[in-house]
């Protein structure tokens, strides 16, 4: 699998991870700000919460490493949890905002 393909894949794992309270996928969202494949096949994910006082800021991160390590190939796991720059709704994609009816 190419980088560009596990990249692909982990996509698709962080699309069926979502905040509990909010019932749209952490993908587009907007939390995931980068996703980086290093050799060999080791996933580095930055992402953010919506608030620092997220009652999930524990579940979501797991529940994200948890999804991409059992993506077939994925050798190691990394989510670093960052509030810089702070979460804006910004950030959502076309498909959030029309589901959180900010359109």
């Keep these: 699998m190419t980088d560009e393909e596990l990249k692909e894949q982990v996509v698709l794992a962080l699309k069926a991870v979502y905040d509990p309270e909010i019932p749209v996928d952490v993908y587009e969202l907007g939390l995931i700000y980068d996703i980086k494949i290093f050799p060999i096949n080791n996933v580095y994910i930055l992402m953010t919460l919506t608030s620092p006082s997220c009652p999930s800021a524990g579940s979501i991160p797991a ?41």
């Design 63 to 103: 529940e994200i490493e948890e999804k991409v390590r059992a993506i077939d190939g994925v050798n190691d796991v990394s989510v670093e949890l960052t509030f810089d720059p702070p979460y804006s709704t910004e950030l959502m994609s076309e498909v959030a905002k029309l589901e959180l009816g900010f359109m």
